[in-house]
């Protein structure tokens, strides 16, 4: 199964911006890079997907560099309400299933 | 747009007794996944299913873990009998493709004393 390696935690004060990077070495050609947020007694919910150089949405960038090895997160100024984990994986052609690391258990302080 | 339902929200149940958890997916999704994520640790998938059909059960322990999708709408999974490492949150999620956004449940947590 493909594997991904972040960071187990971060933490961030209100206002700045946070970047969570994740290495996928064993990324495959048709493989996307997709990230998910989790909160506290919730599912999932879907943040934002790229497959190379930058992908912008109302929430997040995405930064995937050539090689797409890692990818990275980018967050703009955090305020309290984007304390949660977050969880890097990929999914392509031939992959159908998520398959979820342990994350990234961002924690926003006043 | 209504999101993908779960019932029941909680469940506690002794070992060996067995427990049946459903889901009504976002309506016209195709693709119905059954996830179980253990305390600190990230979903696993436990199932997927595209319209009635049995896409990936390959991480389901068949021997107690069972799920159907009878009519392609909405899904039940059942554990018989329980044991207590099954206890996590089990989640449910719906995409309107194999390879499109998933969408999840809220989740059921199981206790299994």
């Known amino acids: 199964l493909a594997k991904t390696t972040q960071p187990i935690s971060m933490d961030s004060y209100e206002g700045q911006e946070v970047n969570i990077t994740c290495s996928h070495n064993n990324i495959a050609t048709n493989d996307y890079i997709t990230w998910y947020q989790q909160f506290p007694s919730q599912g999932p919910r879907f943040i934002i997907q790229g497959y190379k150089t930058k992908v912008t949405n109302e929430v997040a960038s995405l930064f995937i560099p050539a090689d797409r090895k890692s990818s990275t997160l980018s967050l703009p100024r955090v305020s309290l309400s984007d304390t949660a984990v977050y969880y890097c994986?990929?999914?392509?052609?031939?992959?159908?299933?998520?398959?979820f690391g342990k994350g990234t258990k961002l924690s926003v302080i006043p | 747009e209504a999101g993908v339902a779960q019932s029941p929200r909680y469940k506690i149940i002794e070992k060996r007794q067995s427990v049946a958890f459903w889901c009504n997916p976002i309506s016209g999704h195709a693709t119905l996944y059954w996830y179980q994520q253990i305390l600190g640790q990230g979903p696993k998938l436990l199932i997927q299913?595209?319209?009635?059909?049995?896409?990936?059960d390959s991480q389901l322990p068949k021997d107690r873990f069972s799920a159907e999708r009878l009519k392609g709408v909405d899904s039940t999974l059942k554990i018989q009998p329980a044991k207590l490492e099954d206890s996590a949150v089990y989640l449910c999620?719906?995409?309107?493709?194999?390879?499109?956004?998933?969408?999840f449940g809220p989740g059921t947590r199981l206790l299994v004393l």
């Open positions: 299913f595209q319209n009635n059909g049995v896409v990936d």
């Open positions: 999620a719906s995409s309107s493709g194999l390879q499109e956004t998933q969408y």
């Open positions: 994986l990929f999914s392509g052609a031939g992959s159908y299933q998520l398959t």
